[in-house]
């Protein structure tokens, strides 16, 4: 799939959004990427999840033993490249504000695994669930995300692939570009 076709996908979807957001990341954008939309359809959700698998190299792919994502966004892209993978998805959820393995979720000590997000920006939310399976007991072999809209300088200890790079400009709160100040805010992502 092209970054054309991806970017369609996305547009069809109604989930490229523009306008004032605070990002779950806590900064802010003039555009947002809803991916819960461009995922809410299951024949695309899988689609984008083949294509995202596609781009791993064929070693990598055949190194996962199991996906796990963070809860929300992650959920149904990481189901979707389990499918993909012909693997079990699980998620990590936040119940007292920081990632961990409920509902009888568990990982084999060693256990190779495929952390998979909808997007990544400063990379907190993915670090954090890289340490949660760790923590676990489980081996992290790579990250992948539908979108890589990273800042310079936002780097992995493991391997990264993203379906789209989307460099939209990110503000801290003190840095706001006043015409962007002027838009009502809106926080569109799962954490308040």
């Not at 959700?45 to 199991?66: F, I």
């Not at 699980?90 to 568990?106: V, W």
């Amino acid at each position: 799939m092209t970054e054309d076709e991806v970017l369609h996908e996305f547009r069809a979807s109604e989930a490229l959004l523009e306008g004032h957001f605070k990002l779950s990341s806590g900064r802010h954008s003039a555009f947002y990427l809803q991916c819960a939309r461009v995922l809410m359809e299951p024949m695309r959700a899988s689609r984008l999840a083949a294509a995202l698998a596609a781009k791993m190299p064929r070693d990598l792919r055949g190194a996962v033993g199991k996906v796990v994502s963070p809860a929300m966004g992650g959920i149904i892209i990481g189901h979707e490249m389990g499918r993909a993978l012909g693997k079990e998805a699980i998620f990590l959820e936040r119940p007292e504000g920081t990632f961990e393995f409920r509902r009888g979720f568990r990982l084999e000590p060693g256990e190779n695994v495929l952390v998979v997000e909808d997007v990544v920006t400063t990379g907190l939310s993915s670090r954090e669930a890289m340490r949660a399976v760790e923590a676990a007991g489980g081996n992290v072999v790579a990250l992948v995300s539908l979108v890589d809209r990273r800042a310079e300088g936002v780097e992995f200890d493991v391997p990264y692939h993203a379906l789209l790079d989307i460099a939209f400009p990110t503000y801290a709160e003190d840095e706001v570009p006043a015409e962007l100040a002027a838009v009502p805010v809106t926080k569109p992502g799962s954490r308040k």
